[in-house]
């Protein structure tokens, strides 16, 4: 048995990590406390959360829970968007050396990020950063007909959704340009995502199902077989 904490940048992260996968991670013993909001300010000794646009406040919080929680069998990871990644994030100018190649970019950012985060327990393969390429959103082009499960009469919008998941090796790979991340590709056909996504993004995601998101996602594929082995480290 183990016992996870999710620290996730917005509701829309949170739901689905408080959904689909705390309850997939339930069958390999894995328990996911939370999910978190990840934190982005403290003021008066109050820390708001939701957001994920600074670090410091960020990387201040989850260092608390791994000093609160002293057990080797509790773990930790984020939810959080390579697009519009904090300015003073560790390793970000190296990384930015490699913008052509997504999934070699974003493995040195979490390298980064893991060493920068101190446990003081001593326990360094607690933190397990996740830095999803390049938003949450990617997770919707894995399956672009499930947007009907919550749009109605939205056929010509799919199609239009599936024209740029086929232009794609990966949804992974659709990039974090300021008007071409997935969540922007989305809003462009669907309008009315931006103020339903914290509802619409999970329930889209779940009806997608995890085994179709993981087969055309290594990135997330890889971080989700890493939390699945937390309670048998052996496997």
């Known amino acids: ?29 894995v328990y996911v406390q939370g999910p978190v909001l990840v934190a982005h300010a403290r003021k008066g ?27 080797d069998d509790v773990f930790f990871t984020t939810m959080i968007d390579l697009y519009a990644l904090p300015a003073d994030f560790p390793g970000r100018d190296e990384a930015e050396q490699l913008r052509n190649s997504p999934h070699d970019r974003v493995q040195e950012l979490e390298k980064c990020f893991a060493a920068d985060v101190n446990d003081p327990h001593g326990h ?8 999803q390429l390049h938003e949450y959103e990617a997770i919707l082009f894995c399956r ?13 919008q799919i199609e239009q ?22 969540s922007k590709r989305i809003q462009e056909h669907f309008p009315d995502y931006a103020g339903a996504k914290s509802v619409a993004g999970p329930r889209i995601a779940e009806e997608i199902g995890l085994q179709a998101v993981r087969g055309c996602s290594p990135h997330f594929h890889e971080w989700l077989k890493r939390l699945e082995s937390l ?3 052996d496997k």
């Open 161 to 182: 959704l599936e024209i740029i998941a086929q232009d794609h090796e990966s949804p992974e790979l659709i990039d974090d340009g300021q008007h071409t991340a997935p």
């Open 231 to 233: 309670s048998n480290p």
């Open 124 to 131: 360094p393969t607690r933190f397990i950063p996740h830095i």
């Open 1 to 29: 048995m183990a016992r996870l904490y999710i620290f996730a940048e917005g509701q829309t992260e949170q739901t689905y990590a408080g959904t689909v996968l705390k309850k997939h991670l339930a069958a390999f013993g």
């Open 45 to 71: 000794g109050v820390i708001h959360r939701g957001g994920g646009r600074r670090y410091l406040p960020m990387k201040h919080d989850i260092e608390r829970f791994l000093k609160q929680e002293k057990a």
């Open 144 to 156: 672009p007909s499930c947007f009907s499960s919550f749009f109605d009469d939205c056929s010509k």
